[in-house]
């Protein structure tokens, strides 16, 4: 069963930082791009980072440039998204998505894989 389960989020205040997982199950998770996008009450699903199957190239939102970073473990099937310097403005349901189709993926048209989310809850 193909599965991208994430975990981590929570409340936290405004300046505090949180560590979000996405484990990966039932798929070749070492072949994939993987990716973060968040969704904000009434907004659109948007792109947060993405790093390439390897681990190398990672690639950020301006809105989140420098204050976040995403690194996978391959051996344990696993990406995560550490998020620093967190502000209201950051709160949203976090996903972890995973492609095959594009080494440096940037939409969510380019996904095929899709977590449930975790919910982001950040105070000022």
């Known amino acids: 069963q193909v599965q991208l389960v994430e975990s981590g989020g929570g409340l936290v205040q405004g300046g505090g930082s949180l560590r979000l997982s996405c484990a990966a199950s039932?798929?070749?998770?070492?072949?994939?791009?993987m990716g973060w996008f968040r969704q904000a009450p009434g907004k659109e699903r948007e792109f947060v980072g993405t790093?390439?199957?390897?681990?190398?190239?990672?690639y950020y939102a301006d809105s989140v440039k420098g204050r976040c970073t995403i690194s996978r473990d391959n051996a344990k099937n696993t990406v995560y998204l550490q998020m620093n310097s967190l502000k209201p403005e950051d709160t949203a349901v976090y996903y972890c998505?995973?492609?095959?189709?594009?080494?440096?993926?940037?939409?969510?048209?380019?996904?095929?894989?899709w977590g449930q989310g975790t919910q982001v809850t950040v105070s000022s």
């Open positions: 998505a995973a492609t095959r189709r594009s080494w440096l993926a940037t939409t969510r048209d380019e996904y095929d894989l």
């Open positions: 039932g798929f070749t998770f070492s072949s994939y791009t």
């Open positions: 790093i390439t199957w390897r681990g190398g190239s990672p």
